[in-house]
């Protein structure tokens, strides 16, 4: 199994370009998240799914769109890049066990705007 | 939003010391969770604590749940090189959504 995998690894925009971040598992794992990193605040939440054609919003929404067309592939898009979402961004995967989801992350993408 | 916070946010200790580290927040969770992150890579689950009061051991790793469900701490013991990380703790209310800690930076000196 390869996990969860994130391409690309790294990426530079310019302010105003789109661009779709991909995340793929192949655990067969229902519930699907996407978290931004940011020096001195954590994880947070952009956007989270538990199923195929399902999706809801995180903490940090704005500025960004999912879709969940497969249970494998959970893209997360970027509808015009600011400086403000220049972050390392993290895809995981979940499985529940005993009511408790356990996450699994993908390696990440460090995105920089300019 | 539930706020978690860490501390120390950072510390720096001799191969051999103990440590402990602390999340603390004013909200109660129906579960929390550690993780270690290493540089250029995602975070690992290290362990999953329900029940207040409930103490997990892991190797040298102890994690303790508050009696609240408010707070948790990360005890380890005679720290070794390879525990450098960044660790952090996310606690959950509903069981799926899970809120992030600020993080502790460990580093182990040989």
Not at chain 1, 30 to 47: A, N, V
Not at chain 1, 103 to 114: A, D, E, I, N
Not at chain 2, 89 to 95: D, K, L, N, Y
Request: hydrophobic fraction near 30%.
């Amino acid at each position: 199994n390869a996990g969860v995998t994130q391409t690309p690894k790294f990426q530079v925009l310019k302010t105003g370009q789109s661009m779709t971040l991909q995340c793929a598992q192949d655990m067969n794992h229902e519930y699907m998240s996407w978290y931004r990193q940011d020096p001195g605040m954590g994880l947070r939440l952009i956007h989270y799914s538990v199923g195929a054609g399902i999706t809801d919003q995180g903490e940090v929404p704005n500025g960004y769109n999912v879709s969940r067309s497969t249970t494998e592939d959970f893209p997360l898009r970027l509808l015009s890049a600011a400086p403000s979402q220049t972050s390392v961004y993290f895809c995981a995967s979940s499985y529940r066990a005993q009511g408790i989801y356990e996450q699994y992350f993908g390696p990440g993408t460090r995105l920089t705007v300019t | 939003t539930q706020l978690l916070e860490q501390s120390p946010q950072f510390l720096s200790i001799q191969e051999g010391e103990n440590l402990t580290v602390y999340c603390n927040s004013s909200s109660v969770f129906s579960s929390l969770q550690w993780y270690r992150q290493e540089p250029g890579e995602g975070p690992v689950l290290l362990v999953t604590v329900v029940t207040g009061g409930e103490v997990k051991k892991l190797k040298r790793l102890t994690f303790q749940f508050g009696d609240a469900r408010k707070d948790s701490s990360l005890h380890i013991t005679a720290a070794q090189p390879g525990d450098t990380g960044l660790y952090l703790c996310a606690g959950s209310v509903t069981g799926n959504q899970f809120y992030f800690g600020t993080g502790t930076s460990l580093t182990v000196i040989p």
